[in-house]
């Protein structure tokens, strides 16, 4: 500060010009920027360090008269709550069933629309309308569509000659959750799919032809390794999106009024987030969720990093557009 | 193996795999508009209606006070979508186009935080609000909007060219900037209504009785005076709640697929 100050005492025109531009252009950039430094100071900052000193603590939300520090009693516990263990089992396997299939599923529909067909547009709408869907409503769609007597889906099994009184949210919960999810994923992914693939300059493909390729050797030697990079980006946020997954399974669970907030989803489908949230809003351990929810970010993070490893050998980034 | 397969084949390679995908995905949608035209009785007994039953759409309106709900999501949609597309402009204006000490640590801050999970900072935020009085208020909405976010990007070229001429950075900002970002803005701006109309979690936890949002009230079933569910008035429910999004996003479609494009990827 004293740097800058004597700088501005001397006389205007020794300074030179570069320097008084630069102060100019710091304050106007602070300036710029200050709504939101302000906004991550107040609600990113400070309750960052709020979370990680609640996670030590054994505070109920309530009274701050009877906090007392706890140390890493809060991880300790976790590491020892079967519940906790099996919400994680159970997310590590819907991350499973529901990445693989959804990068797939979404590549596919990138690949289908971006064809030359009549009513792309239309398709591409199709496609991308259950990402746009609220979660209340894309709850109610798969309620009523897997509905033991009312739902759809019976009716057709029934058609095709199987049993038709399926219970789905109750024997099959996972499943359900599971098709919820890669349904209302699938038009996020395909349109940044579709994105990549019209980055990718068609005399490539051209080449390829010309060359004697036919269209699957086109699409596994050709646009796949240049659309890698869109893979890894697709792959990495649908990690992220799963382990978090909330209330699709509380708006899931059985029962004939409907959706209900802080309801115990079936086993199958009581997820890590599930259990954080439950111990937080319900039991009122905020310490306790605090340090699940810590936990569910060290998951997430080694996850990313270790995919971060791997993409080097895998992610092509080879041709500068 | 004959060179060229007949057209007709052709035909149907080209189409019939686009065409199953999108009939498995428009079903659980068409499903729930045909359910919400059934009587009540219908519901599980016969698979389409015999006549379509507008009134279950009257009733979904009448059982609830469903246009004071949507009323409260629309005023709390489109003024935070309004004001983080504002601030987030202003903010990523400073973040692309200006440089000064400090910036290249704050942006990795800024990327550091996009890694924790929402519910980690939203543990304390609630805490916060509760503490201040802010629950059962749009404040909380109105808080986050304000912080922006510095994600915006914009041609480069054209403020440059306005700072040869001497206008301030305010200026370009408002005369040269604002201006140009029209498509980008205005696809943020609709994924942010969109996602406050859709939003469930927060709501619930932040607001109740009369001010919650439509979201809040759709995710229980209507039920007739004696407590049992309204399967297919619930539905009509359902299809008022998300036909005027639908209507909005196909008015917007083309600006929406384009803002993915050049603000999705290379952001």
Known sequence: MTGAAQVLDRPVARVAPWRRRGLRRAVTFYLLISPWLIGFVLLAAIPLVMAFLMSLSNYDGLNLEYVQFVGLENYLRAFTDPDAQHALGRTLLLMAIVVPFSLALQLALALLVNQRIRFTSLFRTIFYLPYVIPVVAAAWVWKIFVDPTGGLLNALLGVAGAAVNVRWLVEYPTVVLALLTIWGAAGGGMVVFLAGLQGIPAEYREAAMIDGANRLQVTRHITLPLLSPVIFFNLVTGIIATLQIL????????????????????????????????????????????????????VVLALTLVLFKTSRRWVFYGIEP | MSRRRSTATDATLRYLPVLVAATAFALPLAWVVVTSLKKQSEFGSSLLPAAPQLANYQLALSLL????????????????ALIVVMVSALVGYGFARHRAPGRGRLFMLVLATLMVPNLVLFVPQ??????????????????????????????????????????????????????NAGPALAASAIFMFLWVWGDYLYPILLLNGDNTTLAVKMSSAYVDPRGNPLQTVTMAGVVLYVLPLIAFFAAANRFIVRGIVTTGLKG
Request: without cysteine; glycine residues 10%; proline residues 8%.
């Open chain 1, 247 to 298: 209330v699709q399974p509380m708006l899931l669970a059985p029962g004939i009024l409907g959706l209900s907030p802080g309801t115990v989803p079936p086993r199958d489908n009581y997820l890590y987030a599930v259990h954080a949230y439950l111990e937080i809003f319900v039991k009122q351990l905020f310490g306790y969720g605090s340090a699940l929810l810590w936990l569910l970010f060290g």
């Open chain 2, 126 to 179: 609630f805490v916060i609000f509760a503490k201040l009085g802010l629950t059962n208020t749009y404040w909380p909405w109105i808080l986050w909007a304000l912080g922006g976010s510095p994600f915006a990007t914009f041609p480069r070229e054209l403020d440059d060219a306005a700072e040869v001429d001497g206008a301030g950075p305010l200026r370009i900002f408002f005369q040269i900037y604002l201006p």
């Open chain 2, 65 to 80: 006070d469903f246009m004071k709900f949507a009323t409260n999501s629309l005023v709390l949609s489109s003024s935070y």
